[in-house]
């Protein structure tokens, strides 16, 4: 990576393509990263392992997210994710240190493998009318500050496994009708859950 190019990034907003891994591994870059609006896609590794913090805005517009794009990136105090969103990838925010609340937007189908892994919500809320089918393995994986009670959408099928792995103060999870695989470890170690509902159209746990 780029580890002698330091300071603080800034983008001009005009900018309408990022090319893939083009800020990874740029350790020294800094301060509050602004995405210009024009932005279609974050291609994969696009800022893997740099130093940001602030507020990170995805702005309106951006549909896809690709393979550890912000992966170990910083430690950004809140993320804030379009409405416009439909595709995120492996490890896409994995080791950010974001902190309080997180919005599923509505047009998410899929939570890659340890989409989320590692960060510091407190509450996870999905939007109306989401279209969420399947939760990858270790998707929330390790996010020890989850507290508030989790409501999975109406149409999830799938819970991958160590889906919620380590959620240690999670007080609630709702599963709705219609999950039908809940993989092996789950909900491991979520010692502040005190009930679960299995629904009826589970057909395997892990």
Do not use: H
Not at 128 to 146: P, T, W, Y
């Amino acid at each position: 990576g780029c580890s002698s190019l330091a300071g603080t990034l800034s983008l001009p907003e005009s900018l309408e393509e990022i090319e893939g891994g083009c800020f990874g591994g740029c350790s020294m870059l800094k301060g509050t990263l602004t995405l210009p609006s024009k932005l279609k896609k974050i291609p994969s590794q696009c800022f893997f392992a740099c130093n940001f913090s602030g507020d990170l805005i995805i702005p309106e517009g951006v549909v896809e997210i690709g393979d550890w794009a912000f992966c170990e990136a910083g430690q950004f105090k809140s993320l804030s994710l379009p409405n416009s969103l439909k595709a995120l990838g492996n490890k896409s925010f994995q080791y950010c240190g974001i902190q309080g609340e997180l919005i599923i937007p509505s047009q998410i189908q899929s939570i890659p493998e340890k989409c989320f892994d590692g960060n510091q919500f407190t509450s996870i809320i999905f939007a109306e009318n989401s279209e969420l089918v399947q939760i990858g393995q270790d998707a929330f994986n390790d996010n020890r500050r989850l507290s508030e009670p989790v409501i999975l959408p109406d149409g999830v099928i799938t819970i991958g496994a160590s889906a919620f792995y380590y959620c240690k103060n999670l007080s609630e999870v709702k599963i709705p009708e219609g999950v039908k695989t809940i993989g092996k470890y789950a909900f491991y170690n979520c010692a502040g859950i005190e009930k679960v509902v299995i629904p009826t159209t589970v057909k395997s746990i892990g």
